[in-house]
């Protein structure tokens, strides 16, 4: 899929390279996508790749005096409508505290309806439900956010392609209701062969830089590229997380787990 | 003398679980000979050493000073075979308050899919359901009162049934049904531990004057049902619920008065869940058919009760979460309630209004924990209130403090009785 893609670029920007001689400005303006397609695509490969997937993550969370703590769970995802709503699972290792916990999530991309989150508590066979929260706070005590894990509706900000260079399009996000967020704009750089998020920065208030995601490392997995390890530095705690993932796989046609049921005893493919 | 010594215990014994949590920072973690064997086995070893240890912070003529003290070593061992799953916990802890060992065994039980619409769980197993928050109605599993107040882990609230549950999924609903073969009482308020207001004697009762019981041990002659019929409607969760057995704690006395018994008790309700506005909204009932007295004029057993909640929580500022619930007990037949009791004996309101209030802090990247649950009755004019700090140093490591606080304005209401037991604690647990 991916290479085809590919060689299709390459044979438009080799045509573009004719054409360039005769008519340069409308060329080069037909190889850029409008921001739209931008973000969507980007958002579409962060997030919703394949119909499903699974994965094994590894977060570690080191603060700034070096103090680590780890984080590990199997994660599996269904798309219910790409670019649309979403069923995540979440079974937990580590630490153990929180091992064998699950958590479920039914996230609903339609800005005004919250995501319904349950969590299952083995230990006293309890499954609550968790009121919606703000999603700008951390994820499972790591500098990601749970927006950063679940994705972030492109229709909660504005966006506008403010540079293109040889390799990346840089899109400034501004935020269409600056009171609901703690940043004043972030810009994502996106790898333009491909549209993944390659790093994203957030500026405060003051228009001062305080938070950047960085993907670290991308694999092409069942030719669709995926990003494997993934690092958010918060520069004002000077506190950075690290989330790797392996066993990745897509298109697993992960059955209908995501009930009660599932999450009182998840299937033996979530568990390992 | 005793009591140094004791404490000298029990810091050897904070010692020994903090000496393998500190020592292990930074480092890799040696290979256990334990943990290697049971890798062999494939089976998953976990669990946790802990030290905890709580004072009285009222005098109490009847128990001793010390409301906890006890080193506990818990073991989870899980292994996933192809017809199935094993799993065994259980607690061993030495218990300086009664002087002596104790071994729990928490779940001991299998579990398996046997059909894509039915899963099995067969032994010992905690068991839940409902949508109340430290408050049930149609969760009649057995609970720990006595864990719970003189503040034991919460996990402690619930104790294990040795039961047979049986799920079946279906298109229109979902049901499960649970067996237990021989009565599994709560693990009552007795005066073990925790004093309380006898209403035999009208007095105050402690470890020299527990409360004996006619136990119910007759195996699959006194069992108990209970069944969930449960269906998630747009995110909305309903259930309704039956269950078959016993009264969970003594719900009256024998004929001479000696003895607190487990007269039979049907029980009826059903239960909704789901977003309410920002929030999460339970709303849940439940018939209580005291069988053995349901015209209410037996004093000696239980009337019948109708049980309500109502419950909202919602996240009110960041990393910062409140719980309310109103709850209302309602006597049926008081009327013959009243005309029969002795002369002498306080008498219980038709309605006991109870109100809970549950407030969540994360800090420090959510390590630190700050709770406090309140339950506050109006119409009982009483207070139990479970503040808890926990900090979690590292993976391993956690610490709490916490408190049992009951007060108000009678000597028999139902949390006030519990005054003299009002108790502060500090634990000290190391996870692997």
């Known amino acids: 899929m991916l290479t085809r893609t590919n060689t299709i670029g390459l044979l438009l920007v080799l045509t573009g390279g ?38 094994s993550v590894k977060m570690t969370i080191t603060d700034k005096r070096g103090q680590k703590r780890d984080r590990e769970f199997i994660i599996l995802r269904k798309d219910v409508a790409d670019g649309g709503d979403q069923n995540y699972f979440v079974y937990f290792q580590r630490p153990p505290d929180v091992r064998r916990m699950t958590y479920l999530v039914h996230k609903h991309a339609a800005i005004d309806k919250d995501d319904d989150r349950w969590l299952y508590m083995p230990a006293i066979d309890r499954v609550n439900r968790i009121a919606a929260g703000d999603k700008r706070t951390s994820f499972v005590g790591s500098d990601f956010l749970y927006e950063d894990v679940s994705g972030r509706s492109l229709d909660e900000d504005t966006h506008e392609l403010t540079e293109t260079t040889d390799t990346m399009f840089i899109v400034k996000n501004t935020p269409k209701k600056p009171d609901s967020v703690e940043f004043s704009y972030f810009t994502v750089a996106i790898d333009r062969k491909n549209y993944v998020p390659m790093k994203m920065e957030f500026y405060d208030k003051a228009g001062k830089l305080y938070r950047t995601i960085e993907s670290q490392k991308v694999e092409v997995i069942q030719e669709l590229p995926t990003v494997t390890k993934s690092v958010v530095q918060d520069l004002k705690t000077g506190s950075k997380t690290e989330m790797e993932f392996s066993d990745v796989q897509y298109n697993i046609k992960i059955g209908d787990m995501f009930e009660e049921r599932y999450l009182r005893r998840p299937p033996r493919e979530a568990m390992r | 003398m005793i009591a140094s010594r004791r404490i000298t215990v029990a810091l050897l014994l904070l010692a020994a679980t903090l000496a393998p949590a500190l020592a292990g920072q930074d480092e890799e973690p040696k290979p256990d000979p334990v943990e290697k064997f049971f890798e062999k086995l494939e ?260 009337n019948s009760e109708m049980r309500y909640l109502v419950g909202y929580t919602q996240e009110i500022g960041r990393d910062f979460t409140a719980g309310v619930q109103y709850y209302v007990e309602q006597m049926l037949d008081h009327g013959d309630y009243e005309d029969t009791l002795p002369s002498a004996s306080p008498t219980r309101d038709e309605f006991r209004h109870l109100t809970t209030l549950r407030l969540t802090k994360l800090l420090m990247n959510q390590n630190l924990r700050l709770s406090l649950f309140t339950y506050y009755s109006p119409s009982d004019e009483d207070v139990y209130m479970r503040p808890i700090a926990n900090y979690k140093a590292s993976d391993n490591l956690a610490l709490e403090v916490g408190a049992n606080v009951f007060f108000g304005d009678e000597a028999h209401t139902f949390f006030n009785q519990f005054h003299d037991n009002t108790n502060a604690y500090l634990a000290v647990r190391h996870s692997f």
């Open chain 2, 43 to 302: 089976t998953e070893y976990h669990g946790f050493y802990e030290v905890r240890s709580g004072y009285r912070l009222m005098n109490d003529p009847h128990e001793k000073d010390m409301s906890i003290m006890e080193a506990r070593y818990q073991f989870d061992l899980f292994s996933m075979r192809d017809w199935g799953d094993v799993k065994v916990k259980g607690d061993f802890y030495g218990d300086g308050v009664e002087e002596k060992g104790v071994f729990d065994l928490r779940e001991a039980n299998i579990f398996a899919r046997p059909a894509d619409t039915m899963d099995v769980k067969l032994g010992r197993q905690v068991l839940t359901w409902g949508t109340g928050d430290l408050l049930f109605i149609n969760d009649l599993f057995p609970k720990d009162w006595q864990s719970f107040f003189i503040g034991r882990d919460v996990e402690y609230l619930k104790a294990p049934s040795d039961a047979a549950k049986v799920s079946l999924f279906m298109d229109w609903a979902n049901l499960d049904i649970t067996y237990t073969p021989e009565f599994d009482s709560d693990r009552f308020i007795s005066g073990e531990r925790i004093s309380y207001w006898s209403p035999a004697t009208g007095m105050s009762a402690g470890e020299d004057s527990k409360l004996a019981v006619e136990r119910r041990r007759e195996f699959f002659e006194e069992d108990e049902t209970a069944l969930r019929l449960y269906k998630n409607v747009n995110n909305y969760e309903l259930a309704a619920y039956g269950y078959w057995g016993y009264w969970k704690s003594p719900g009256g006395f024998n004929q001479t008065m000696t003895a607190g018994v487990f007269p039979e008790l049907y029980v009826y309700g059903a239960s909704a869940r789901g977003n309410v506005g920002k929030g999460i909204g339970n709303i849940e009932v439940g018939y209580y058919d005291s069988v053995d007295d349901r015209c209410g004029d037996d004093p000696l057993i239980n």
């Open chain 1, 18 to 55: 004719f054409a360039l001689v005769g008519a340069a400005p409308t060329a080069e303006k037909e190889d850029i996508p409008d921001v739209q397609t931008i973000v969507a695509k980007a958002n579409i490969v962060a997030y919703y790749q394949a119909d499903d997937g699974k994965a």
